[in-house]
């Protein structure tokens, strides 16, 4: 059945000078002119074709029109209100559901997570790894944390600096691991493939040669002396970003977990 298209406006703008009976109390209560609310009734009046007020000597009262309608709109207000809150609900919720990438969960972000959750005893996470493209609605994401060089169109802010860093044991031999997003040049000897980083650090942390990794993944390894850093520091445009459409990243959860991963990163670099 085709619904009725409601003047939610004009209604709204009925209800208040119904409760007041008065224009000039409801536009104070709406913050807009006398005037204004006078239009919104004159106009709201010619839609439905049925007066909804008149003036007396005591100021203004409502119609029977007015009247017969006037119990079930509240009823109606108070519906919006409540379907408002419950799709707001979870944004109040005690769980947030986040992909990222194996290697970037292992290496940084559990560690993150597990000093928010003694912050917040009652949170509950959900960890999906990402393997293809991301799709916030089939997954039911809340956030995701991928690494690109561009988070599209999504809100976004970054987790790394897009710092890399060649690594392994300090008698590893001069040969590489490659993985998907690794930055060699053409003539390095790969001898080993892996899928993503986090692999390439384990196969290096085995002896079995070197590795190029975002240094975020290798920082506390090369601190630990458990690799050891060849070369210099370079830079690249990869990184890894935190990222949500625009209603995800809007809820107050997500904003208070964004605070608390990006709160450290400075003494980090």
């Known amino acids: 059945m085709k619904r009725t298209?409601?003047?939610?406006?004009?209604?709204?703008?009925?209800?208040?000078?119904?409760?007041?009976?008065?224009?000039?109390?409801?536009a104070d209560e709406l913050a807009v002119t006398p005037a204004a609310v006078g239009q919104q009734i004159r106009a709201l009046e010619d839609t439905l074709g049925v007066v909804l007020f008149r003036r007396n000597a005591k100021g203004l009262e409502l119609t029977p029109e007015a009247l017969a309608g006037l119990d079930a709109l509240r009823e109606g207000f108070l519906k919006f209100e409540e379907a408002v809150q419950r799709m707001q609900a979870?944004?109040?919720?005690k769980r947030l559901t986040i992909a990222a990438p194996?290697?970037?969960?292992?290496?940084?972000?559990?560690?993150?997570l597990a000093q928010y959750h003694q912050q917040n005893p009652d949170i509950q996470?959900?960890?999906l790894a990402i393997?293809?493209?991301?799709?916030?609605?089939?997954?039911?994401?809340?956030?995701?944390?991928?690494?690109?060089?561009?988070?599209?169109?999504?809100?976004?802010?970054?987790?790394?600096?897009?710092?890399?860093?060649?690594?392994?044991?300090?008698?590893?031999?001069?040969?590489?691991?490659?993985?998907?997003?690794?930055?060699?040049?053409?003539?390095?000897?790969?001898?080993?493939?892996?899928?993503?980083?986090?692999?390439?650090?384990?196969?290096?942390?085995?002896?079995?040669?070197?590795c190029r990794?975002?240094?975020?993944?290798?920082?506390?390894?090369?601190?630990n002396k458990e690799l050891q850093q060849?070369?210099?520091?370079?830079?690249?445009?990869?990184?890894?970003?935190?990222?949500?459409?625009?209603?995800?990243?809007?809820?107050?959860k997500v904003k208070a977990?964004?605070?608390a991963l990006t709160a450290d990163l400075e003494s980090e670099v």
């Open 5 to 26: 298209h409601l003047p939610f406006n004009g209604l709204r703008v009925m209800d208040a000078a119904a409760r007041h009976l008065s224009f000039t109390r409801a």
């Open 90 to 93: 979870g944004q109040s919720s």
């Open 102 to 112: 194996r290697d970037f969960t292992e290496s940084w972000l559990l560690s993150k």
């Open 125 to 127: 996470f959900t960890l």
């Open 131 to 210: 393997e293809n493209d991301l799709d916030f609605t089939q997954a039911n994401l809340d956030v995701a944390i991928n690494y690109t060089d561009d988070p599209g169109n999504h809100e976004a802010i970054t987790l790394s600096d897009g710092l890399m860093v060649t690594v392994g044991l300090p008698d590893s031999p001069e040969v590489f691991i490659g993985w998907p997003n690794a930055e060699y040049e053409a003539d390095i000897p790969i001898i080993l493939h892996v899928a993503h980083a986090g692999l390439a650090i384990t196969a290096a942390l085995n002896g079995l040669g070197r």
């Open 213 to 223: 990794v975002p240094l975020i993944l290798a920082k506390k390894l090369i601190e």
């Open 230 to 252: 060849f070369g210099s520091i370079t830079e690249s445009e990869m990184q890894y970003w935190l990222m949500a459409p625009l209603p995800q990243w809007r809820q107050k």
């Open 257 to 259: 977990l964004t605070a």
